[in-house]
């Protein structure tokens, strides 16, 4: 189903997909399946990295909510009688520490309006129309491209062939797979910090059933299908970088945050420091060693002379 007020998005992504196909068509075959394949690829990337900033404020977003847990979890203790009071004092204190709740929305919900438009570009491509700005010639090299003997229009209750449906089943679990990664490796996070939190008892459960919202991918284009993949494993190096370089709140008995120092990355601990790179060892400091006056004698302090 196409909406008409989206036809410029449309016509938009469809420019980005020709305008990808022509640069890797240089010294790729344009009409293989890793041609086409590498389009939607570096596609998901650059939309990725345009939404990169949003990302970023979601992850501050909330660590500031993970720093409020210990003052977050008080308030539910002295307001787990009054719902209404708990739920008001809770956002106020979000509201001013400048923590949103709802930040976590924002890349899904930016990467929907692409979601939307590379399926209904897809299924423009397996219709064989030349819609959207795309050449008939575009159309028909996507149409008959072949990743790992799966046109890349095909769906898998539309592919007629055994070994196609292989194929596109053998992508939908790996988005299944990936989906509940993702997910868990968020989850897992907010879990450690808030265990009591009904919030995210929820998301755990969601963890769970996210990846049977995956198969509903069966109907979709094998295009599609690896758009999501890719999309998928970028938001797992992402997450994992972000959470390596600020790693998890640790509080003081007044529930205060300490810092903490993050893990090496990767880069850091494949690297090997060699003796000549240790820094030498700092010399001994010189011990002060301070002179005490001798005492001197009565006589001599009194300036008395012996008879």
């Known amino acids: 189903m196409e909406l008409s007020w989206l036809n410029w998005l449309y016509t938009a992504v469809a420019q980005v997909i020709t305008w990808i196909h022509q640069v890797y068509s240089t010294f790729l075959d344009p009409n293989s399946g890793l041609t086409w394949a590498l389009t939607i690829v570096t596609l998901t990337v650059c939309m990725r990295i345009l939404i990169f900033p949003l990302f970023l404020k979601q992850m501050r977003s909330s660590r500031k909510m993970q720093e409020l847990a210990p003052k977050v979890q008080e308030l539910r203790k002295r307001y787990k009688n009054d719902k209404q009071r708990m739920n008001q004092e809770v956002m106020a204190l979000y509201q001013g520490a400048g923590a949103n709740p709802l930040g976590g929305c924002l890349p899904v919900v930016a990467q929907f309006p692409i979601f939307i438009s590379m399926f209904t570009v897809l299924r423009a491509i397996a219709a064989d129309q030349a819609k959207f700005g795309m050449s008939q010639e575009l159309v028909d090299s996507a149409k008959h491209a072949l990743i790992i003997n799966a046109p890349l229009p095909a769906t898998f209750f539309e592919a007629p062939d055994i070994a196609q449906k292989v194929v596109i089943g053998f992508f939908v679990a790996i988005s299944s797979l990936t989906t509940f990664l993702t997910v868990r490796q968020s989850v897992t996070r907010s879990m450690a910090q808030m265990p009591d939190n009904p919030m995210a008892q929820q998301q755990k459960i969601l963890m769970y059933i996210s990846p049977l919202f995956a198969f509903f991918s069966l109907n979709f284009p094998l295009g599609l299908i690896l758009y999501w993949v890719t999309t998928n ?21 007044k529930g205060n945050a300490v810092p903490v120092t993050p893990k090496p990355g990767l880069v850091a601990k494949m690297r090997k420091t060699t003796p000549e790179e240790e820094a030498p060892p700092a010399p001994p400091e010189p011990k002060i060693i301070r002179q005490q006056p001798s005492r001197q004698s009565r006589s001599k302090r009194t300036g008395s002379k012996k008879s």
């Open 233 to 253: 494993l970028w938001t797992l190096g992402q997450q994992h970088w972000f959470y390596s370089r600020h790693p998890m709140p640790q509080f003081d008995a």
